[in-house]
């Protein structure tokens, strides 16, 4: 993306072709777009208030999830799909999701346990509304996810969760199994609460922990297994 965006190969000064090989054909494809790889920078790097300690969702991770959700996948108008819509994101930490969200017309829901990532978020979706002069609906207000009452209606719940502790090095044993026992239990209990306060098909791109232990086995959470149980 890099190099076909900084040397201009999608427009009058230079073309990428791609050449992908399947069996006996070939197929031959020109790229026509790619993303502004400076422009998710300027994003992150610019806003107002960020916090290492609770994690820095790339803003181009926030999108993929946003993209995932499918909200605004059923016109090729974007503009016409996101209005009314309104995105919540009930650990809202500093914005990320909100930020993209309201970039992309839809009105914008968050919650955090954290009185601080609540400041944060309100101050970084003002500098966003200001920097880009958008027009879209802002909800931010402090929650606790178990329990907190949101106000409908919500078109998808596009969210980073609760991820435990951060680690520098693969944690022992039954210390992966207490954090991993913290984060199902929060995480669970999210969407027990969750679940009877939207409507049947609302669509949900959620971000879990994993852990990769020192021979690279992954632990997943016990909620994956038992999904169906806590209402979906």
Request: hydrophobic fraction near 40%; proline fraction near 6%; aromatic fraction near 8%.
């Amino acid at each position: 993306s890099a190099q076909t965006y900084h040397n201009h190969l999608t427009g009058p000064m230079g073309i990428e072709l791609v050449f992908v090989r399947s069996g006996n054909k070939t197929y031959l494809g020109k790229v026509i777009g790619v993303q502004n790889i400076d422009a998710y920078a300027a994003r992150d790097q610019a806003r107002p208030k960020t916090d290492a300690f609770v994690g820095m969702l790339p803003p181009k991770l926030a999108l993929m999830m946003l993209n995932l959700s499918g909200v605004a996948s059923s016109s090729t108008n974007t503009s016409d799909v996101t209005a009314g819509h309104t995105i919540l994101d009930p650990f809202c930490g500093t914005g990320v999701v909100l930020q993209e969200a309201a970039l992309r017309g839809f009105n914008v829901y968050g919650t955090d346990l954290s009185e601080k990532m609540v400041d944060y978020s309100r101050i970084n979706l003002q500098w966003l509304i200001d920097t880009f002069s958008l027009n879209t609906k802002v909800t931010i207000h402090h929650g606790d996810a178990i329990e907190t009452t949101w106000q409908p209606p919500l078109s998808a719940i596009v969210a980073e969760t609760y991820l435990g502790q951060p680690f520098s090095a693969p944690p022992a044993a039954d210390k992966l199994a207490k954090v991993r026992r913290i984060c199902d239990d929060i995480i669970s209990k999210f969407l027990l609460n969750l679940a009877p306060q939207i409507e049947k098909g609302t669509p949900l791109c959620l971000a879990v922990p994993a852990w990769r232990d020192e021979r690279g086995r992954v632990t997943d959470l016990e909620l994956l297994d038992n999904i169906k149980k806590l209402g979906y």
